[in-house]
């Protein structure tokens, strides 16, 4: 029998093989006496390849919980939120046939999103209605652009780099090259968590 086998059998807790295995690799982790190595589940690196990229399969909008309501903070251009009519301070209050009364952030989120072609139904409060509105939409592959700009006083440049991810240089190039000729530039780093060095150098 096997070591897994037997802790697996004779254990005082009965743990299934998937546990057991997360259970030995954290250990294998913590004895490497290595502050900086870890091993991330399927869900952690679906999150991570998000945040490094701004890529993942949705509708396109950004969320935040405010004043007690799921509300939606950010439709993202060219995205399928968008196409469908969804608008900066739509309350969530439900999706497909599910209720949101107490929802989080991430209740939303994970009912949201889904595979590419697939359809949602995504119920919102709207200010100057007085029922719910049901918006059917088709979710498609989103990017979140690290890069936001306005030309203000007319002769000034202001960026934001929310994030370093993958292609941020040539979000910001791309940027520089739209705003054309400017008397000066502010270049906004706050709140940037950083990201990949490569990226930060270009």
């Known amino acids: 029998m096997s070591t897994l086998g037997a802790i697996r059998d004779y254990a005082l807790e009965t743990r299934g093989d998937s546990v057991l295995w997360e259970l030995a690799i954290e250990g294998v982790i913590k004895e490497l006496g290595d502050p900086y190595a870890t091993v991330l589940s399927p869900d952690e690196v679906a999150r991570f390849?998000?945040?490094?990229?701004?890529?993942?399969?949705g509708v396109g909008i950004a969320i935040s919980e405010l004043n007690g309501a799921?509300?939606?903070t950010t439709v993202f251009g060219g995205t399928p939120a968008e196409d469908a009519g969804l608008m900066v301070g739509d309350r969530i209050v439900g999706v497909n046939s599910d209720e949101g009364d107490g929802w989080s952030?991430?209740?939303?989120?994970?009912?949201?999103?889904?595979e590419p072609g697939t359809t949602v139904i995504v119920y919102i409060e709207r200010d100057g209605f007085s029922e719910s509105?049901?918006?059917e939409i088709e979710r498609d592959e989103v990017h979140i652009p690290?890069?936001?700009?306005?030309?203000?006083?007319d002769d000034l440049s202001y960026i934001v780099l929310d994030r370093v991810t993958r292609n941020s240089a040539t979000e910001v190039d791309s940027v520089l090259t739209e705003m054309g000729d400017v008397r000066g530039m502010i270049f906004d780093l706050r709140r940037n968590p950083g990201g990949y060095l490569d990226e930060s150098l270009n």
């Open 146 to 153: 690290a890069v936001r700009a306005e030309r203000i006083f």
């Open 105 to 114: 952030v991430d209740d939303a989120s994970t009912r949201i999103r889904g």
């Open 133 to 135: 509105i049901p918006f």
């Open 49 to 57: 390849e998000e945040q490094s990229t701004g890529n993942y399969a």
């Open 70 to 72: 799921v509300t939606i």
